[in-house]
T-cell receptor, first 113, second 115 residues
Framework: EPEVTQTPSHQVTQMGQEVILRCVPI?????FYWYRQILGQKVEFLVS????????KSEIFDDQFSVERPDGSNFTLKIRSTKLEDSAMYFC???????????FGEGSWLTVV | QKEVEQDPGPLSVPEGAIVSLNCTYS??????FMWYRQYSRKGPELLMY????GNKEDGRFTAQVDKSSKYISLFIRDSQPSDSATYLC???????????????FGKGTLLTVNP
């Protein structure tokens, strides 16, 4: 069964460093998303991406964050100058055209120290 | 009032029990309702997707939606130890599709099924 894959599964970084989280969405999907889950908290929407541009972003997704689809398969989330409060599980998700449900990856656990 | 409220539990039941998980919501714009299962430090896995008020059954799982009360439930029959996980409710609005697709989640209920 096709799945969304994410790398790395776990990354530890020092505060102030830049981090890139990578995702390979399901191949025929057109819409891509990043969600975040701080330990013990709700899964929260960050950003949606379609046709090589951001469609919608939450208030969490400030100038520190950026997304990119550098080629036909990868979808990345970059966090510049990481802060301690960026420590969370980051989930990539994708949706097919005319689809009703999104499919999540396994997540990338980011620890900022 | 929070948009989506879900009792975080934890909920512990013996194997074979019927489990009832619930969420309430305040936003009338929510029209589509989902239940996800999440194992520890893993991604949410879709269990059920519903739109209409009423019941939808899939194997041991039944999703129930009452839009008039803004209340949704997930029932698990004959619960198994492998059902032990966090169960997340999620919902979205009617016009939230494609590039506007945005899920609002509950906090999740941690369920343990004891053998």
């Amino acid at each position: 069964e096709p799945e969304v894959t994410q790398t790395p599964s776990h990354q530890v970084t020092q505060m102030g460093q830049e981090v890139i989280l990578r995702c390979v969405p399901i191949s025929n999907h057109l819409y891509f998303y990043w969600y975040r889950q701080i330990l013990g908290q709700k899964v929260e929407f960050l950003v949606s991406f379609y046709n090589n541009e951001i469609s919608e972003k939450s208030e969490i997704f400030d100038d520190q964050f950026s997304v990119e689809r550098p080629d036909g398969s990868n979808f990345t989330l970059k966090i510049r100058s990481t802060k301690l409060e960026d420590s969370a599980m980051y989930f990539c998700a994708s949706l097919p055209d005319a689809g009703n449900t999104i499919y999540f990856g396994e997540g990338s656990w980011l620890t900022v120290v | 009032q929070k948009e989506v409220e879900q009792d975080p539990g934890p909920l512990s039941v013996p194997e074979g029990a019927i489990v009832s998980l619930n969420c309430t919501y305040s936003n009338s714009a929510f029209q589509y309702f989902m239940w996800y299962r999440q194992y520890s430090r893993k991604g949410p896995e879709l269990l059920m997707y519903t739109y209409s008020s009423g019941n939808k059954e899939d194997g041991r799982f039944t999703a129930q939606v009452d839009k008039s009360s803004k209340y949704i439930s997930l029932f698990i029959r004959d619960s198994q130890p492998s059902d032990s996980a966090t169960y997340l409710c999620a919902m979205k609005g009617r016009n939230s599709g494609g590039s506007n697709y945005k899920l609002t989640f509950g906090k999740g209920t941690l369920l343990t099924v004891n053998p």
